[in-house]
């Protein structure tokens, strides 16, 4: 019976409402017109709003009145209508209609006097009655206050807590920056973990603190939000939450300023959008929207706080974030995991099944750049294709990407703690963002688009400007779903408004994007956490996923091959021919030149043109050491030369011989023979005998004969070489000295050293009576001599031999130059061969003494000398102050050369070597495989260092296990 009364009362109330707010928006908008109410209405105007808000408040109240009060208000409330209706038939009397004439008007005016007193009773009867409902709500005051008392705070988070949650650094940050009164937010990209540092957050503070509320609210969408403020409001007892017409909004916003309510953390997650936190708030028409015709107020305007509350945000896009917090100070960086985290990480992922080693793991994670969703995903995949799937294989597919990388990375696997209207997938997640950029600011998107294809770390910021305009894509033709013909409609001004844009920019002659638009376009990708910035503030860097999903987004919409164009052309008008003065340029261009050999056209035309470039960017690869590049691209650069312009052209011919000769230096000297062999032959066609370029390839392929021992045809052909040299520069000239000299050298390598002694001799004839005894060449011809002598063990004489260099140099140059000190380290090979130890340290330690005073190219070969004496004291057993001149040879080496360069490798052995002698084997394992690993990547498997280091280093650890 207590229901049914309560409901009765309800429904009398929402009628008086009803008639009430019809009446009140009658009166609004009469006044509006007319710019005023006759003298009776105006009061009856203004109490009518504050008596509606009275009457809501009694309907949501109406449950906890006592059956008195009911019983006393329902009969006023049924009376209260009455008197509501007899205003409105007033009202219909007396104000003026749209339709009405001048004399009816008139009229009207007169008949308002006669129901002053009327309306003037009116007003005084619905004063009594909100008296009358002031009693009604007195009766639940006490009533309610117990009720509220009783309530147990408790949390709305909608997702279990993790059992296999991995503890990270960042945990700490949000524990200290979340106190009472705070506004913090979790920053990063999506997938980096943000939400389940939240939901464990708010597990940790209701178990450190089960009296404080924790409130969960998720920004996808206006509709989202308010679902759970009504789930706050309900959790909370807010009266009258379940109420459609509620004012949910302001309901919440007005329990959390009140600080009687308790302490309480608000969680807003994934606040990525800023048009939802501007969205005008859901809201019932209410005495403020009577007579106020001010702006629908955002949502964000109901985020609040108190004294006694805190809010954490979780967002990908920072000026969202900063729309919550106010200040960019109180955001936490949440970026991926470090190596342990990640791991732990992925074995807490991993089937018990999984079989797999520690380096496995560790390989795994630094494939995904240590991202969390990622991790998750990958993990969740090889538990359920293993062991099809391992971990081996699926970081194989993650390093080098295909269609197999495309269904390990793009499929869903559901995770307790996300959201199920939420993909799993780390690529999908990224579509997200990206999509979202592309829609609300399409310049950022294709500056993305364009630093997708660069190499990843180091993308300059002065190969982007100006280079990402709408044309780019004009002529791409992206995949569009089949729209209903109102859209295509639509979709058709649109584009008629794009192109009235791009012609007026161009009729104006301003570029679509300058440097203003440059850093804004910036500041996006920025605040999405898609790129990040250098120190320096010019060069950017890209995460591998983000860099490879983009990609798969511009391929799946039809948009990769136009960038891809853009980015070649790009690099060929930036990439300088690798000559000595271009070089600083071209090191720093390299990483991301490289990446042009993966951009292959498809058109005949555009391949002219690339493929030259790739060759170009494949002899500075050679150049600076790089050979397993420089065939890579080489053999890239050939293929497309043979399909478009054919085996004779002498593109093609040039590239032969460049590939040629990195293949040489990888020891693959059958196959560096065809190679040589097919570019002297058709130069020889082409170019004629004597023409340099055919020389030059008749003397790479007689060399590499000769490497193979087969030395008939080899000889035969240096013989014409040199005589070709000889009718084009003489046979005197430098030319002609350096190509026997070269000659010389490869029977010095192949072991004939007799041939090699012959030629030096006739090259050191020649060059006495060219330019006397007393010059630079002379000598350096004499050096040479030297030091074949040396190698066929006669020691003695190839000593006076660098005696008497030494000397010339050093009186010449002096001792602190480049040619004195390979001049010194040539004579100590010689005392060495004749056990004079003692004065062959001494020559060194002469070098090294001055060391500090060498410019870069003598420090170079002062290296050597380092090497060399380090070798030279672990012979006589000083194995301490071998080891202090060989870890200063690889400090050195490592700021002059860079870390990976062969010769610091080669120093980085020696000390391996050293460290052995002492049985410091653990010491001595770890530089034995870095210098392993880094010879493999710089000369390839097949280069005899590379063998013998992995032949060391596989003997350290066999030494280690005993």
């Given at each position: 019976?207590t229901?049914?009364a309560?409901?009765?009362?309800a429904a ?12 009140a928006?009658r009166l609004?908008?009469?006044?509006k ?23 809501r ?8 009145m006592?059956?008195?009060a009911?019983r006393?208000?329902?009969p ?9 209706k ?9 104000l ?6 001048g ?15 009327d309306v ?22 006490l009533?309610?206050?117990n009720?509220?008392?009783?309530l147990?705070?408790?949390?709305t ?13 960042v ?10 009164g705070?506004?913090s937010?979790?920053?990063?990209i ?33 509709a989202?939000?308010a679902?759970?403020?009504r ?16 004012d ?10 009140d600080d009687s ?9 994934n606040?990525?959008s800023?048009?939802v936190?501007t969205?005008?708030?859901p809201r ?5 929207s ?12 109901f985020?609040?706080?108190s ?6 945000v ?16 109180y955001?936490?960086?949440?970026d991926?995991?470090n190596e342990?985290e ?9 089937s018990?099944k ?12 630094k ?10 995903q990958?993990a969740?995949?090889i538990?359920?294709?293993y062991?099809?799937?391992t ?9 080098a990407?295909s ?5 390990l ?5 559901h995770?307790?703690?996300r959201?199920t209207?939420?993909?799993n ?12 950029v592309?829609q ?6 294709r ?19 100006g ?9 791409a033709?992206?995949l569009?779903p ?8 639509r979709?058709?001004r ?12 161009k009729?104006?002659g301003?570029k ?14 920025t ?7 250098n120190?320096?503030?010019?060069h ?12 798969r987004?511009?391929?799946i ?14 690099i060929?008008d ?12 071209c ?27 790739i060759?170009m960017?494949s002899?500075f690869?050679y ?19 043979e399909?478009v ?9 040039r590239?032969?011989?460049q ?7 990888l ?5 560096s023979?065809k190679?040589?062999r ?7 066609t ?12 008749a003397?790479?392929l007689?060399?590499?004969?000769n490497?193979?021992?087969k ?17 084009v520069?003489?046979p005197?000239?430098i030319?002609?000295?350096?190509l ?17 002694t ?10 006495k009576?060219?330019y006397?005894e007393?010059t ?18 006669k ?9 008497q260099?030494?000397?010339?140099r050093?009186r010449i140059?002096?001792?602190?130059h480049s ?5 010194v ?10 056990r004079?130890l003692?004065e ?9 003494d ?5 410019d870069?190219?003598a420090?170079?070969?002062?290296l050597l ?16 102050k071998a ?8 400090m050195e080496s490592e700021r ?15 000390l ?20 392993y ?7 390839g498997a097949?280069?005899?260092?590379t063998k013998?280091?992995l032949?060391?280093?596989?003997r350290a650890k066999?030494?280690m296990?005993?």
């Amino acid at each position: 019976m207590t229901e049914l009364a309560a409901l009765s009362v309800a429904a009398s109330i929402l009628q008086v409402i009803d008639i009430s707010v019809r009446v009140a928006e009658r009166l609004n908008e009469y006044r509006k017109k007319e710019d005023s109410l006759p003298t009776a209405f105006k009061h009856v105007s203004t109490r009518l709003p504050i008596f509606v808000l009275k009457l809501r408040d009694t309907n949501a109240k109406v449950e906890d009145m006592t059956d008195d009060a009911r019983r006393a208000l329902k009969p006023a409330i049924e009376e209260c209508f009455n008197q509501i209706k007899k205003l409105e038939t007033i009202i219909d009397k007396v104000l003026f209609k749209p339709g009405d004439k001048g004399a009816t008007r008139g009229w009207k005016s007169i008949k308002s006097v006669k129901y002053d007193s009327d309306v003037s009773e009116l007003d005084k009867v619905i004063r009594r009655y909100m008296e009358a409902m002031n009693y009604g709500l007195s009766s639940v005051a006490l009533h309610s206050s117990n009720e509220k008392s009783s309530l147990q705070p408790t949390s709305t988070c909608p997702f279990e807590r993790e059992a296999d949650f991995v503890e990270r650094d960042v945990m700490c940050d949000v524990t200290t920056r979340c106190q009472a009164g705070s506004r913090s937010a979790l920053l990063g990209i999506g997938g980096a973990g943000k939400s389940r540092i939240a939901i464990e957050y708010s597990y940790r503070v209701r178990k450190a603190a089960p009296d404080t509320w924790v409130f969960w609210v998720t920004f996808d969408t206006p509709a989202t939000v308010a679902q759970d403020f009504r789930k706050i409001a309900k959790a909370v007892g807010l009266r009258g939450w379940d109420e459609k017409a509620a004012d949910i909004f302001t309901m919440v916003h007005d329990w959390l300023k009140d600080d009687s309510n308790g302490p309480w953390t608000l969680i807003l997650d994934n606040v990525d959008s800023v048009d939802v936190l501007t969205a005008p708030a859901p809201r019932v028409t209410s005495s403020n929207s009577i007579n106020d015709d001010s702006p629908m107020p955002q949502i964000r305007n109901f985020i609040t706080t108190s004294t006694k509350g805190s809010i954490l945000v979780t967002s990908r896009n920072i000026e969202a974030a900063q729309m919550i917090t106010g200040n960019c100070a109180y955001h936490i960086d949440v970026d991926e995991m470090n190596e342990s985290e990640a791991i732990a990480l992925l074995k807490k992922k991993l089937s018990s099944k999984v079989i797999y080693t520690e380096a496995e793991a560790a390989e795994l994670v630094k494939s995904v750049d240590f991202m969390p969703l990622a991790i998750s995903q990958i993990a969740t995949n090889i538990s359920m294709n293993y062991p099809r799937l391992t971990l081996s294989k699926a970081t194989e597919r993650i390093q080098a990407p295909s269609e197999e990388t495309v269904q390990l990375l793009e499929t869903s696997a559901h995770e307790t703690s996300r959201d199920t209207t939420r993909t799993n997938s780390i690529v999908k997640t990224w579509h997200l963002s990206f999509q979202y950029v592309r829609q609300t600011h399409p310049s950022a998107a294709r500056l993305l688009s364009l630093m997708c294809l660069f190499d990843r770390q180091g993308i300059p910021e002065t190969l982007l400007i100006g280079q990402y305009g709408e044309e780019v894509t004009a002529s791409a033709t992206p995949l569009q779903p089949r729209l209903n013909w109102w859209k295509r409609i639509r979709w058709r001004r649109l584009y008629l408004r794009r192109r009235q844009r791009v012609a007026q920019q161009k009729a104006t002659g301003n570029k679509t994007t300058t440097s203003t638009c440059f850093d804004e376009d910036w500041r996006v990708l920025t605040n999405f956490a898609l790129i990040r910035t250098n120190i320096g503030g010019c060069h950017f860097n890209m995460h591998r996923l983000v860099q490879y999903t983009t990609k798969r987004w511009l391929d799946i919409n039809g948009e990769l091959k136009a960038w891809m164009q853009r980015y070649v052309s790009i690099i060929r008008d930036c990439f300088p021919k690798p000559e000595h003065d271009n070089w600083q340029v071209c090191q720093y261009l390299f990483p991301h030149a490289q990446q042009a050999a993966s951009y292959r056209p498809e058109d005949r035309v555009l391949l002219l043109t690339w493929a030259p470039l790739i060759q170009m960017i494949s002899r500075f690869a050679y150049v600076i050491g790089d050979y397993s590049s420089a065939e890579d691209l080489g053999r890239t650069a050939l293929a497309a030369l043979e399909e478009v312009q054919g085996p004779h052209c002498e593109d093609t011919l040039r590239s032969y011989h460049q590939l040629g000769l990195a293949i040489s230096v990888l020891n693959r000297h059958d196959e560096s023979e065809k190679m040589f062999r097919r570019a002297y032959e058709g130069r020889l066609t082409s170019l004629g005998p004597d023409h340099m370029d055919t020389l030059d390839s008749a003397n790479q392929l007689g060399a590499r004969l000769n490497k193979q021992r087969k030395y008939e045809e080899g000889e035969a052909i240096h013989m014409r070489t040199i005589e070709g040299y000889e009718r084009v520069y003489g046979p005197r000239s430098i030319e002609t000295q350096s190509l026997m000299a070269g000659l010389a050298l490869t029977y010095m390598n192949n072991e004939r050293f007799e041939q090699a002694t012959a030629i030096h001799r006739r090259v050191h004839a020649i060059q006495k009576e060219a330019y006397g005894e007393e010059t630079n060449d002379t000598y350096q011809g004499l050096r040479a001599l030297g030091a074949l002598l040396n190698m066929q063990g006669k020691a003695a004489e190839a000593e006076n031999i660098h005696r008497q260099v030494v000397e010339y140099r050093t009186r010449i140059s002096g001792l602190d130059h480049s040619e004195t000190i390979k001049s010194v380290n040539f004579l100590c090979e010689s005392l060495i061969k004749q056990r004079k130890l003692d004065e062959a340290v001494a020559q060194y330690r002469s070098v090294i003494d001055i060391y500090t005073d060498l410019d870069e190219k003598a420090r170079q070969e002062a290296l050597l000398t380092m090497n060399s004496l380090a070798e030279m004291l672990v012979q006589q057993g000083h194995l301490d102050k071998a080891e202090a001149v060989c870890r200063r040879l690889v400090m050195e080496s490592e700021r002059l050369l860079g870390a990976d360069d062969c010769d610091t490798l080669v120093g980085i052995h020696t000390l391996a070597d050293i460290l052995s002698k002492q049985e410091r084997y653990e010491e001595a394992l770890q530089l034995y495989e870095r210098a392993y690993i880094g010879t493999e990547k710089r000369c390839g498997a097949d280069h005899p260092d590379t063998k013998e280091f992995l032949e060391d280093f596989n003997r350290a650890k066999r030494t280690m296990l005993v």
